[in-house]
């Protein structure tokens, strides 16, 4: 699953999971069938007022249709956060990739784009650009400097995750100021460490070592360890038996 690290307008990093193709492809089509469904309501409900005129019932079929489907996209997420009902349903949504909500300019310029990504190559355009963006993003995407993330990650964690580590009484902690940190800090270390021993490429690396370098500047560290992934493990278990 691909992952992509937010800075937000604070200079807080957040993880993220990014939304896969098939999520995007599945929230899609659910949008499409929802779009279907109206249609063949409106053409149901004009035929029948308008029975002895076709062309009219027609007529209004298209001037209740058309607008809906070409601006549904663009509606949706502006006065959902970023989800349509697709999106929604496949628990996705668009964020900024500054941690900001898109703006009104942001999601228009997305929707724009979707005349390339989508309609005139059959998607096939958007599914090259977000399988291969580190970020997982489409041309609209890039230009608006958004993304799609998951909203129920695959990696959760949680304080009972710390706990189920369990603790050891005969364990000389190495790190005494490691109260300094926080639970939040603990988890973020644990997933870290989780992600690295799954999938240990050089992204997964290098934000280790970012951690490690933030973990040492916080608790004082002068000299960098040389094995990073012990340095974070054994900060965990010193956490766990100076604070459980």
Known sequence: MKKAEILTANNVTIQYEMASLVQRILAFLLDGVILSVYYFILLLLLTGVSYNDSSLASIFTYLLFFPVFFFYNLFSEINFNGQTIGKAALGIRVIKLTGETPTLNDY???????????WLCAGALAAIFISSSDKGQRLGDISANTTLIRLNPESSYSIQDILKIGSNSNYT?????????????????????????KNPNSENKKVALELVKKSAELLQIEELPKNKTKFLATLLKDYIVLTR
Request: hydrophobic content about 45%.
């Open 108 to 118: 228009f310029i997305r929707w724009t784009y979707r005349v390339i990504d989508i």
């Open 173 to 197: 902690p190495t790190y005494l100021n490691v109260t300094l940190l926080s639970d939040e800090d603990m988890l973020l270390i644990k997933n870290t460490l989780d992600t690295i021993k």
